[in-house]
């Protein structure tokens, strides 16, 4: 069987629809399938940035050095630029249009490259920011840490861990967004202990980092941030608590409550969340707030009433 899908997936890299093509680069790399290289390789031409950027996160995958010139052609670095290359296209996530200067390769694709280029060969970029890990001022910790999590690299998370609880916020709030984006699991019991932290940014970042992370002992202590003094910090536990996709009481409750911030931007942050959770006990707090006097609320109001009035009319399966 093993064998048989194998099969399927080299002759899916041969075919014309891209769809076909970006699903066969997905599975070569999940399975690691070295035989795909050259399949591969011709996808990181193919016309479709999607495309481009599944084949170069599976030649990383399946480790192909003979996959290294192709990946630093798509990031058009030579020798004496390839690191910051890396480090720049890394950090382009997000971004939708090529850069000036006649470059159309889309930096979704260009950071696939970049990623993959620091798997297969890591002495690039990669060995340099682990060692500046070490380092005793917040400037460069910071970037290595940036750097590190851009470039997704599997090592230097334990010393990131660890620098949550560094001296210095800046510091604490860039280790905890880093570790966000790595959704790094070992961080949880550090990044929980920084919702309580007396910076609010660094409050921020963690809540941010949980989000990301998505585990479930995070509920409780998000719920609480409901009740922080600074509005921006509530704001992004209620985008947080949304996103959970859990109905426990004190997630809505403290959902509900944010409904009488004083803040618009908490306000509409919860009923959002209201409406993401499908809370239909929340409906007729939420719809109180059709008379917001901030339109942008009002608007939101709306939104979520008309969502937990269909959700109330017609619920799903989740039991909790």
Request: some cysteine; overall charge neutral.
């Amino acid at each position: 069987m093993a064998q048989d899908l194998d099969t399927t997936i080299l002759e899916a890299l041969d075919k014309e629809d891209p769809n076909l093509v970006r699903a066969a680069c997905i599975m070569a790399g999940a399975r690691q399938l070295v035989q795909a290289e050259r399949g591969l390789l011709k996808a990181l031409g193919h016309k479709a940035w999607q495309v481009q950027a599944e084949a170069a996160k599976a030649l990383g995958l399946i480790g192909s050095k003979g996959a290294v010139p192709f990946l630093r052609r798509v990031l058009k670095a030579s020798d004496a630029d390839l690191r910051q290359k890396m480090l720049t296209a890394a950090a382009e996530t997000g971004k939708a249009a090529a850069e000036p200067g006649g470059d159309e390769t889309h930096p979704e694709a260009r950071r696939a490259a970049a990623v993959a280029l620091n798997r297969i060969e890591p002495s690039i970029t990669q060995d340099a920011l682990l060692a500046a890990l070490g380092a005793d001022q917040p400037a460069l910790l910071g970037a290595a840490m940036a750097g590190l999590a851009n470039l997704e690299a599997p090592v230097g998370r334990e010393r990131m861990v660890e620098l949550l609880g560094h001296a210095d916020p800046g510091v604490r709030k860039n280790a905890a967004a880093c570790l966000g984006r790595l959704r790094e699991v070992r961080a949880l019991t550090g990044l929980l202990a920084l919702l309580s932290d007396a910076d609010k940014d660094v409050r921020k970042e963690a809540a941010i980092a949980l989000n990301h992370i998505k585990d479930r002992q995070a509920i409780g202590p998000l719920a609480g941030l409901m009740d922080d003094a600074d509005a921006e910090v509530r704001r992004v536990a209620a985008i947080a608590l949304g996103n959970t996709k859990s109905r426990e009481p004190i997630l809505v409750q403290a959902l509900v409550r944010g409904l009488s911030d004083r803040e618009a931007s908490v306000r509409q942050a919860c009923l959002s969340a209201l409406a993401n959770l499908k809370a239909t006990g929340a409906l007729e707090a939420a719809a109180a707030l059709l008379g917001d006097t901030h339109e942008a609320v009002a608007r939101q109001a709306a939104v979520t009433t008309g969502a937990l009035s269909l959700a109330r009319e017609r619920p799903d399966y989740d039991s909790d």
